[in-house]
């Protein structure tokens, strides 16, 4: 049987044991544990607010297939292009901000690109830029993974949807407004009112201004039109500061001796008031059993 004095040595190194844990865990912790980065001006949606006027598209070619007797499917001569958008969005913090800026703008002349919105805010030190730049789309991955290169990258994404579809319908719009064009210059050559000239001019000039709308939006999918965008933008933050050996076990030690001091309380706390639940336990069923014998 345990003496006193080896149980209260064996409590004392089950408390020991525990504090170290604690404190290695604590530093485990620091270690592992990144935390959350608030982006301020760096979260916000690209380009937020700001309608963009400037459609970019290319072309890819493309063959159909068309299908035959017996449920096989031969392919035609009859090639196609395909119009689609392809969109990238990159998002840099950057701690030498002015040196990122300028090497951003290098990228945008070698790769032969286009710069279609820019705009920059903020003062030294919470300076922000974004830009719209159209780029070919043979040059588009390149330049996509190139301006990877600048700052800390916080968020990249590709979007590539077709627009195909859109552009046939356009087409196929623009030929009917300009059969109907041509059909009410014809009536003009007609005998009528003058009411109904006039009626007639005033619905010529709404076509043809249909007609000017639709050219600009097809003018958007001509061949020497054709690029991809990257959106990209970066702010300006200070760069990450490494944190020494001696804060860390500072920090874990500090933490170790409040909340172990907060644990070690709350034990005595649950055995003292088990001790005193058990005292009255015992109390009440002294006193039941001298009642039960006296009666």
């Not at 292009?81 to 998002?91: D, F, G, L, P, W």
């Not at 994404?157 to 356009?170: Q, S, V």
């Not at 600009?216 to 965008?229: H, P």
Request: hydrophobic share 40%; glycine share 6%.
């Amino acid at each position: 049987m345990l003496t006193v004095r080896q149980k209260f040595r064996r409590l004392a190194v089950a408390f020991i044991a525990l504090f170290i844990a604690m404190f290695l865990f604590r530093i485990l912790y620091g270690y592992t544990y990144k935390g959350v980065e608030y982006e301020e001006s760096g979260s916000r949606e690209f380009l937020s607010g700001i309608e963009r006027e400037r459609k970019n598209y290319a072309s890819e070619k493309t063959k159909d297939y068309n299908p035959v007797k017996g449920g096989t499917a031969a392919p035609s001569n009859i090639t196609n292009n395909q119009k689609y958008e392809k969109v990238a969005s990159v998002r840099a913090k950057s701690s030498h901000f002015t040196e990122d800026e300028k090497l951003l703008h290098s990228m945008v002349k070698q790769f032969d690109a286009i710069v279609q919105y820019q705009q920059e805010s903020g003062n030294k030190g919470s300076r922000e830029i974004q830009m719209l730049i159209g780029v070919l789309p043979e040059k588009f991955d390149s330049f996509y993974h190139a301006v990877q290169g600048i700052g800390t990258i916080r968020h990249t994404a590709i979007t590539k949807t077709d627009k195909t579809n859109e552009y046939r319908k356009l087409n196929a719009k623009k030929i009917s407004l300009e059969q109907s064009l041509a059909s009410l210059n014809e009536l003009k050559k007609k005998p009528g009112e003058i009411k109904e000239f006039i009626d007639l001019d005033t619905r010529i000039s709404e076509v043809e201004t249909e007609l000017q709308g639709l050219g600009v939006e097809l003018g958007n999918f001509d061949s020497e039109n054709e690029f991809c965008t990257v959106q990209f933008s970066m702010y300006e933050g200070s760069a990450a500061k490494t944190i020494g050996i001696v804060t860390r076990l500072k920090v874990a030690l500090d933490w170790t001796i409040k909340y172990y001091a907060v644990l070690v309380a709350s034990i005595f706390v649950a055995a003292a008031a088990s001790w005193i639940l058990l005292k009255v336990s015992i109390l009440v069923a002294t006193l039941v059993a001298a009642a039960k014998k006296e009666a």
